[in-house]
Nanobody, 123 residues
Framework: QVQLVESGGGLVQAGDSLRLSCAAS????????MAWFRQAPGKEREFVAA????????YYTDSGKGRFSISRDNAKSTVCLQMNSLKPEDTAVYYC????????????????WGQGTQVTVSS
């Protein structure tokens, strides 16, 4: 069992920044690759970013490349997503996800999920 709790979402204007945090508990955090996904109403859950166990490897999709940055602090059992230059199309519920060992790029690769945090970007 891995418990994940996201925080940091909110309502911001286009061009603003947000930093999402995910706190993990229940299992050794360093054994899990972590990722962020997002889902808007009526749309598929979309991969945003992933980070390996040690944080040495990261991966971003084109929509967030150059604007988003994922990081982790294994000592604090947290993973963060720094989002800069936010756009209205970034509006979604953002989910933290965990996968044992190596990271993946598909939502089906992850078997532990947080409850999500709402990010709304106004224009």
């Amino acid at each position: 069992q891995v418990q994940l709790v996201e925080s940091g979402g909110g309502l911001v204007q286009a061009g603003d920044s947000l930093r999402l945090s995910c706190a993990a508990s229940g299992r050794p955090f360093s054994n899990y690759a972590m990722a962020w996904f997002r889902q808007a109403p009526g749309k598929e859950r979309e991969f945003v970013a992933a980070i390996s166990l040690s944080g040495a490897r990261t991966y971003y999709t084109d929509s967030g490349k150059g604007r988003f940055s994922i990081s982790r602090d294994n000592a604090k059992s947290t993973v963060c997503l720094q989002m800069n230059s936010l756009k209205p199309e970034d509006t979604a519920v953002y989910y933290c996800a965990a996968k044992f060992l190596n990271y993946g790029l598909r939502s089906g690769d992850y078997n532990y999920w947080g409850q999500g945090t709402q990010v709304t970007v106004s224009s």
